[in-house]
């Protein structure tokens, strides 16, 4: 006689004993699910290999706190551009454009004018 040990979803356990006849199909069974698991995972990963190893993925349509904290962050911007004058508003572009060289020479300005980020 031999033992299957089987683990159900809730995570309990239960061990029965079985023919050898039984034992074998089981074994031949166990065999040809990883066959087909090779066989449909080759070319890809799983995901459910990557959740049981602790990969779990985030839905980014969710409207999490982040997005919701994002879009508040953006409006506060947007009001307070809103306040500058048209000439310093026409300035804001040119701000994000790297190094003061570059800032300077994109605003017709020399490095002096530059404020240091």
């Given amino acids: 006689m031999q033992t299957i040990k089987y683990e159900f979803a809730d995570g309990t356990t239960s061990e029965i004993e079985v023919s050898e006849e039984i034992y074998a199909l089981h074994l031949q069974l166990l065999q040809e699910e990883k066959r087909n698991h090779w066989r449909e995972t080759r070319r890809h990963i799983s995901l459910y290999y990557l959740l049981e190893n602790g990969v779990d993925f985030t839905d980014n349509a969710a409207d999490s706190f982040a997005a919701v904290e994002l879009r508040e962050n953006e409006e506060k911007i947007q ?21 003061r060289n570059e800032k300077a020479s994109s605003l017709w300005v020399g490095l002096g004018g530059v404020i240091k980020n």
């Fill in 79 to 99: 009001q307070a551009i809103s306040k500058l004058l048209p000439e310093q508003q026409a300035l804001i572009p040119y701000w994000h454009c790297g190094t």
